[in-house]
């Protein structure tokens, strides 16, 4: 599987500025309510699941988001990975934002979805894997 100049470069970025902050993942699931409500050491921001469409977690995917709103609220870091369950955590400030998510050998995708005030968005992605 061969990987483009631009996806290599989009991965050393990530891979830099991951090992220069300590991480911006949580192995541990966010306890958030059925109403969206953060619980007790959560964040305010999105969390969610990218799997494949047989369900399986996709390790390693590249998370990034853009604010659409005007001014735009500052976004911590340009991108973050999935971990080993295919789950990222990412504290956001209350407003709209399109996630693109990407991973090597598989279709990107991106979704809009709005962080709402002392709340966690939940924003899961399926993606496909791309034909070899």
Do not use: H
């Amino acid at each position: 599987m061969m990987m483009s100049n631009n996806g290599w470069m989009v991965a050393f970025v990530a891979f830099i500025l991951l090992a220069s902050s300590g991480c911006s993942y949580s192995n541990e699931d966010s306890p958030v309510t059925s109403t969206g409500q953060v619980g007790i050491g959560s964040v305010e921001g999105i969390v969610g699941r990218i799997t494949d469409t047989r369900g399986r977690p996709v390790v390693g995917a590249l998370v990034q988001p853009r604010s659409l709103d005007d001014p735009s609220p500052p976004i911590p870091e340009i991108a973050i990975v999935s971990d080993d369950n295919g789950r990222y955590t990412w504290q956001l400030s209350p407003g709209s934002y399109e996630l693109s998510v990407s991973a090597d050998g598989y279709r990107g995708m991106t979704k809009l979805t709005k962080v709402k005030a002392g709340q966690a968005a939940t924003l899961d992605f399926t993606l496909e894997r791309t034909p070899y």
